[in-house]
């Protein structure tokens, strides 16, 4: 996108000035222009000291957590993506993401939840956990499931690392719809350049920016329904008005009480639910979903391989491999079912969170997990193929 108004580093002067000195006063608006500015290519609207001053008056006034800052922030950087094609405006996609930041090394039960919403009937596309990544991904064809990664004790696993680890990989940005297979994965850095060239200056930062924050928000799917997982009760609400204002028309933004990014398999996590623009919080229990809580001790994560051998033994109904004490695969699964539930609530296809679990466990028995996970990695495949041709 190109706005009407030219967008240079001495026109972002005046709004880095107004928010490092009057932040209280700083606008929706005025955080449009700012955002419009900070995409710009090559650092055409600012230099890179001019966005990480601001990134960092971002943080320091309180503004990256104001439900009006992210809504337009947000608003400004879906305008720059490249857009995803659905077969159809009806289609009900869905997301489950979260803001990360909880400090927690639990196993990958977004990504897991993901794909056995999506053999339980839900059509999930869910995007990377890292902006600066390409289609490059490669591949970790040799000896994926390499029993003794899971006794690493200080390794992180994210999405986009445990699918590689399965042998998947993000498929590039076409002009065809989006298929209609029920579990897809893309990659965020292919459909944001511009944010993907603010990576450098983020990683340069010692603190967590904005935009670590507005990624749940940036699908460029534009999923339908959304379970979204925030580190704080207090961004709750932010992030539940900040789905209403994107046009998300269902969604569960959930915390677990410990302070983690999911619902939590060890205890209550508040919930904010979002219908038809009305938004209304509660508190939750595994024992809702009929599920048993387990110290989340029992669900820790380990390396991208051995994260990715756990759920193949999850999903193919094997013997667990060798975990970790005292993770658990049965603790795990519990963990990836409640957390499945919530998103089949979300798309329309569990009643309750009871029958999310039923129906996430039947995904997970009669292989419909697997096969949805198989039937991403073979048009991944497929489409390796066509590329090399």
């Avoid at 010692?206 to 670590?212: A, G």
Wanted: glycine content about 8%.
């Amino acid at each position: 996108m190109t706005g009407a108004a030219p967008f240079t580093p001495d026109s972002f002067k005046p709004l880095l000035q107004k928010l490092i000195d009057r932040p209280d006063e700083f606008t929706a608006q005025e955080t449009r222009l700012s955002f419009h500015h900070l995409a710009q290519k090559e650092f055409g609207g600012a230099t890179p000291v001019q966005i990480g001053a601001y990134l960092m008056a971002l943080k320091y006034s309180g503004k990256a957590h104001d439900d009006v800052i992210i809504s337009a922030a947000a608003e400004v950087m879906r305008s720059y993506a490249i857009g995803v094609k659905l077969e159809s405006p009806d289609d009900f996609v869905v997301d489950i993401v979260g803001t990360g930041g909880d400090g927690y090394n639990t196993f990958n039960v977004s990504t897991s939840a993901a794909i056995v919403a999506a053999g339980a009937g839900a059509r999930v596309c869910k995007v990377s956990d890292d902006w600066s990544k390409a289609t490059k991904t490669k591949r970790l064809t040799k000896n994926p499931f390499n029993q003794h990664g899971s006794k690493a004790s200080t390794s992180s696993s994210g999405s986009a690392d445990i699918l590689a680890a399965l042998g998947c990989h993000h498929p590039p940005p076409t002009s065809a719809p989006l298929p209609k297979i029920p579990f897809v994965f893309l990659a965020a850095g292919n459909y944001h350049p511009a944010i993907g060239a603010l990576a450098p200056i983020r990683k340069s930062l010692p603190f967590r920016t904005i935009f670590n924050v507005l990624g749940p928000l940036l699908n460029p799917a534009r999923p339908k329904g959304m379970v979204l997982g925030v580190y704080t009760k207090a961004l709750g609400p932010v992030f539940a008005r900040a789905l209403c204002d994107a046009g998300v028309q269902r969604a569960l933004v959930v915390s677990g009480q410990e302070g983690l990014d999911e619902l939590s398999i060890a205890g209550g996590s508040w919930i904010w639910s979002l219908e038809n623009g009305q938004i209304t919080e509660s508190v939750v229990h595994p024992s809702h979903f009929g599920l048993t809580a387990q110290p989340l001790d029992f669900v820790v994560g380990s390396t991208p391989r051995a994260n990715a051998a756990t759920l193949t033994a999850l999903l193919k109904n094997q013997p667990a491999p060798d975990l970790a004490p005292p993770a658990s695969l049965d603790a795990i699964r519990d963990f990836v079912l409640l957390n499945a539930a919530a998103l089949l609530v979300v798309a329309g296809v569990a009643s309750d969170f009871k029958d999310g679990v039923k129906r996430g466990r039947e995904s997970i028995e009669s292989g419909k997990a697997w096969e949805a996970l198989q039937a991403f990695r073979n048009m991944d495949l497929k489409d390796e193929i066509d590329r090399s041709m």
